[in-house]
């Protein structure tokens, strides 16, 4: 444990890092390192959190919806103006302090419902998509390859738990890694398409940001397969609503939870810090998740 000792207090040194509860995240780290990388899984949202919120230059990155209206705009602007349209509508009901999750539900239903029907009538085919996703300015957080890489040699299920468009996701891991790996799983809104290519559904149950636990997980049998009997779960988000990804995955489980608090940090980390372990601030790396994970990684050598 002293490897993780040190690296805590290494971790709590950076500005960036805050913590609520010292003792207890203490204690799940030790726990989490005796456990090693058999007793682990990963399950970490994929917009703004396994991907930057802003690149290099300080431009907004794009999310799976992006993708969409940054390569569509020009030559469909009135599609756009639609689909836009939806985000204007919506979004600020999102991040309305004033209204509960519950209230919140039918708008995220309705933008989501909304967004799909019109990528369906949009005409998109498989090919143009892809393309668009080659081009897009989707950019992984600092050292996420690395950690992708790790879980894969260690075996590690790793979830990515998205409200955005799983099929994209996996467009753009193929493009990154040239496969998706046997450990990693995408519960996302997947499209369907037709014989000719076109989308012309999403799947169900529809997956929106405050939806996220095991209700719309897949009955999949692999998938339960790999994460059967693993009760260490490390959770990486960038919203309130990725906190509770983790309810129900597995009977007894212990969870590490880590949050990245993006924009309007003087508002969120006070908030966050009530549903997260560790809350990180502008950091657009995985700097901290890949020492928690290298502690644990030492323990199962």
């Known amino acids: 444990m002293t490897g993780s000792i040190l690296n ?19 204690d799940k780290l030790s726990k989490f390192v005796a456990g090693g990388a058999d007793q682990l899984m990963v399950i970490s949202d994929f917009d703004f959190t396994l991907s930057r919120f802003a690149d290099k230059s300080g431009n907004r990155c794009s999310s799976c919806y992006c993708v969409f209206d940054n390569a569509v705009g020009t030559n469909n602007p009135e599609w756009c103006r639609k689909f836009v349209g939806l985000y204007h509508k919506y979004g600020p009901v999102e991040h309305d302090h004033s209204l509960s999750i519950e209230e919140k539900v039918p708008f995220m239903e309705a933008w989501w419902q909304q967004s799909h029907e019109l990528i369906i009538q949009g005409g998109f085919k498989r090919e143009a998509i892809d393309d668009y996703v080659s081009r897009c300015n989707i950019q992984l957080r600092d050292n996420a390859d690395i950690m992708i890489k790790k879980m894969t040699n260690h075996s590690v299920p790793f979830i990515i738990f998205s409200a955005g468009i799983g099929t994209i996701i996996e467009m753009y891991l193929k493009h990154k890694f040239g496969k998706v790996e046997e450990n990693t799983h995408i519960v996302s809104n997947m499209m369907g398409f037709d014989q000719d290519g076109y989308v012309n559904s999403f799947s169900d149950p529809l997956i929106h940001v ?12 692999t998938f339960s397969e790999q994460i059967h009997g693993r009760r260490n779960v490390i959770l990486l988000g960038d919203s309130v609503g990725d906190a ?10 212990l969870s590490l939870k880590i949050g990245f608090v993006n924009h309007d940090a003087d508002k969120l980390v006070d908030k966050y810090l009530n549903y997260f372990d560790i809350v990180l601030v502008h950091d657009q790396s995985m700097n901290v998740p890949n020492q928690i994970l290298e502690a644990i990684y030492a323990k199962s050598h």
């Open 244 to 253: 509770f990804m983790d309810v129900g995955v597995e009977e007894e489980q």
């Open 210 to 221: 405050f939806c996220k636990n095991s209700s719309v997980m897949p009955a999949d049998r």
């Open 8 to 26: 805590l207090n290494q971790l709590l040194s950076s500005p960036q890092v805050h913590v609520k509860d010292i003792k207890a995240l203490t």
